[in-house]
């Protein structure tokens, strides 16, 4: 008897101790960065106090006009990236013959494992004045002069955006729509409604769950972006994670908190909103397996 | 059961459809390519011969320590964070949870990357623990966390667990089942976990470069030195490098998924 429990208390142990490690060095952190945002910056250094005065920084002055852009940007973006990925996951799920799935998946995987600076650096050589599509354009005799729009501009910020965040959006609508048990549709179909809208009144709402995990995704890489803003923008073109770096390049920690625990706190409100409306155990029974 | 041929338009559709992902994947893949250019650019007899870049990745002593450091830093990634994930996706898999702990260990991939490195920042800093490839790696592991457990629930819902029960009936205790029964079926899955993670590893910057102290990783040199000066060739040199090992553990991947399949 005393063996069943001691290696019920080793299985606890073994398995327990990993999960609280990990609990602890995500939530600690987030958790003394909310403490900081309270703090008070005196030289230097910081000290523990409850004042709002890093968010009060924050929510006037310029910042706020970085902090509003961020916002806007991160929605357009995103809205954008959706319209993009939406139709590639629908592709990969219904149109790609079932062993060929896994390649196309592998094939948009791995752009986004290389990493997204040097493809952002890329993206300001092939754009530039004599970058491959203004040298392309102009041989071509399309355009007498260089574009000038393609660079520092909102279309190459977007064009970043949307190379660096969208691969990863595919997989989890590719998920919620592969999921989805084929009948409804037939189902759909049977009873007299047409393929779209079969689309637009059954596969698109037992998709959502995956668009809107997607849409997070997306929208809290743009939202804290640093380095499309940085190198596709050009100077001064600022987004929340610029601000969040310059307030850290003069030490002023507390204020770097607010502003993280600002974009952290959307993060979190849109992730309890999808906690709350979808079943992560239907989106997740494909990874997950028999439950 | 005969398939009717496609009729034009049908195919003019399937023209659109397959255009389109062509279309998505050139503008993924065309950022690959001007780094490798730009370190070849200007090679000439003259100069040093076609490597001449590369070669003088080897003349900045900064940046051998960068690269010294991203090395340590990856392999400690690399075998602490399928670990971990395993011992994750096990606790997912006992106690049944998902929510709780899917949620939890799915957190740092939904937090931007400044915000996370800024919270691990203040809290080393409030600890008094001073940077190091230690911090620096805590960081990277937390990031390659999710898609690691991800990769490995992944392949632990291919494996039957029955075969455990039919261990357990056989007087077999946990550890022993788990050793003998489930760890050689889902091996690929860790090292599959282990591959993805020095890949997310060697490409990781903002989180790291707000942590690293004194020292820099060659990505957080590569940011610093755009910042600071500018990009050389030496330095395209070295992304170009990083692409190609990046494809190439890529290609490891694909090597051990394969021979799973294949009996």
């Given amino acids: 008897m005393k063996s069943i ?75 954008l990236m959706l319209l993009i990925a939406y139709p590639l996951a629908y592709i990969v799920a219904k149109k790609v013959r079932p062993t060929l799935v896994g390649v196309t998946l592998f094939l948009f995987s791995v752009p986004f494992l290389v990493n997204f600076i040097i493809r952002t650096f890329s993206w300001s050589d092939i754009l530039g004045r004599s970058g491959f599509v203004n040298s392309a354009l102009m041989g071509l005799g399309l355009t007498d002069a260089p574009l000038d729009w393609l660079l520092y501009s909102d ?24 999921g989805t048990d ?56 600022q987004l929340l994670g610029n601000s969040i770096i310059s307030s850290l390049n003069v030490i002023n920690y507390p204020l770097a908190s607010a502003m993280s625990t600002f974009a952290v706190l959307v993060m979190l409100i849109l992730l309890v909103a999808w906690f709350f409306f979808f079943d992560l155990r239907l989106f997740l029974g494909k990874i997950m397996g028999r439950q | ?43 000439s007899v003259e100069n040093g011969g076609l490597f001449a870049s590369y070669r ?13 450091n991203t090395v340590m830093i990856g392999a400690i990634v690399a075998v602490v964070t399928p670990v971990l994930a395993l011992a994750i996706a096990q606790a997912l898999r006992e106690w049944q949870k998902p929510r709780l702990i899917l949620g939890l260990v799915l957190l740092p991939l939904f937090v931007p990357g400044v915000s996370m490195g800024v919270a691990m920042a203040v809290f080393f800093k409030v600890l008094g623990v ?61 090292f599959g976990a282990a591959a993805f993670s020095l890949i997310l590893s060697f490409n990781e910057t903002i989180r790291t470069s707000i942590v690293q102290g004194g020292r820099n990783t060659v990505q957080t040199y590569l940011w610093s030195q755009y910042q600071q000066v500018g990009l050389s060739p030496a330095l395209y040199a070295l992304m170009t490098l990083l692409i190609v090992a990046t494809l190439a553990l890529m290609a490891g991947i694909v090597v051990v998924t394969r021979r799973r399949q294949l009996p």
Avoid at chain 1, 5 to 33: C, E, K, N, Q, T
Avoid at chain 1, 155 to 173: D, E, Q, S
């Fill in chain 1, 5 to 79: 429990r001691f290696d019920a208390l080793l299985r606890v142990l073994v398995l327990g101790l990993p999960l609280l490690l990990v609990a602890i060095l995500i939530l600690g952190p987030l958790g003394i960065m909310v403490a900081v945002s309270f703090w008070k910056k005196t030289g230097f250094a910081m000290v523990p106090d409850v004042t709002w005065h890093a968010y009060a920084t924050f929510l006037s002055g310029v910042r706020i006009e970085v902090f509003w852009r961020s916002l806007w940007v991160a929605v357009s973006s995103t809205v």
């Fill in chain 1, 155 to 178: 279309f190459a910020v977007y064009l970043g955006l949307v190379t660096a965040y969208m691969p990863f959006m595919i997989f989890p609508i590719w998920l919620s729509l592969s």
């Fill in chain 1, 182 to 237: 084929k009948r409804y549709e037939q189902a759909s179909w049977v009873l007299g409604e047409g393929r779209l809208m079969t689309f637009w009144r059954v596969t698109l709402p037992l998709s959502l769950p995956g668009v809107f995990a997607a849409a997070i995704f997306g929208f809290v890489g743009a939202f804290g972006e640093f380095a499309v803003s940085v190198i596709l923008g050009g100077t001064g073109y």
């Fill in chain 2, 1 to 43: 059961m005969t398939v009717p041929a496609p009729t034009s338009a049908q195919r003019a559709a399937n023209g659109l459809v397959w255009g389109f992902v062509a279309l998505v994947l050139v503008f993924l893949y065309a950022p690959m390519v001007p780094p490798v250019l730009r370190s070849f650019a200007g090679a």
């Fill in chain 2, 56 to 68: 003088a990745i080897f003349d900045d002593p900064l940046l051998i320590g960068g690269i010294w």
């Fill in chain 2, 130 to 190: 001073e940077p190091s490839l230690l911090t620096m790696s805590v960081v990277q592991i937390l990031w390659a966390l999710p898609f690691a457990t991800l990769v490995i629930m992944t392949v632990m819902a291919s494996f039957d667990e029955t075969y455990l029960e039919a261990a357990y009936v056989l007087g077999s205790n946990r550890f022993a089942a788990f050793w003998k029964v489930e760890l050689p079926c889902i091996r690929q899955g860790l």
